[in-house]
């Protein structure tokens, strides 16, 4: 089962006519992810701090991600997976498939999950993005 956003950047993240989705629906969907897929959509690499932290390891899914700028107190290959386009079928095959991969999964998701709730209240972070996006603020 897979689930692709696609965002243009134009409007509101995760929504659009009958399609429409909301914070708590995709919450819920990376609740049930293994995997959160992070591909950048220009030549920026930004740290996507509310998609990776908040939608990817808040909710448990370890997060598989092309490398991205540093960000204080989270580290590409410790607490996420980060590995170029033409490397991500691979990583994707063994983090699913591969009796390797998922223990590997289960290291970065338990640090991830243990080190990053320490360093960050990300219940509070968390809570903070969805009031904004209830008010409209939050744009893509």
């Given at each position: 089962?897979?689930?692709?956003?696609?965002?243009?950047?134009?409007?509101?993240?995760?929504?659009?006519?009958?399609?429409?989705?909301?914070?708590?629906?995709?919450?819920?969907?990376?609740?049930?992810?293994?995997?959160?897929?992070?591909?950048?959509?220009?030549?920026?690499?930004?740290?996507?701090?509310?998609?990776?932290?908040?939608?990817?390891?808040?909710?448990?899914?370890?997060?598989?991600?092309?490398?991205?700028?540093?960000?204080?107190?989270?580290?590409?290959d410790r607490h996420f997976v980060a590995a170029g386009l033409d490397q991500m079928p691979g990583w994707l095959v063994r983090l699913?498939?591969?009796?390797?991969?998922?223990?590997?999964?289960?290291?970065?998701?338990?640090?991830?999950?243990?080190?990053?709730?320490?360093?960050?209240?990300?219940?509070?972070?968390?809570?903070?993005?969805?009031?904004?996006?209830?008010?409209?603020?939050?744009?893509?």
């Open positions: 089962k897979s689930f692709i956003h696609a965002p243009t950047g134009l409007g509101l993240p995760l929504t659009g006519g009958k399609s429409a989705i909301g914070i708590e629906k995709s919450l819920a969907l990376a609740r049930d992810a293994k995997v959160l897929l992070n591909i950048h959509r220009d030549e920026f690499s930004y740290f996507e701090w509310h998609r990776v932290m908040m939608i990817g390891i808040e909710q448990g899914a370890v997060v598989l991600s092309e490398p991205c700028f540093m960000s204080p107190g989270v580290v590409a699913v498939e591969s009796p390797e991969g998922e223990v590997l999964a289960q290291q970065v998701d338990a640090l991830g999950a243990g080190e990053l709730r320490e360093r960050f209240d990300l219940r509070n972070e968390l809570s903070a993005l969805a009031f904004l996006h209830s008010t409209g603020f939050c744009h893509a």
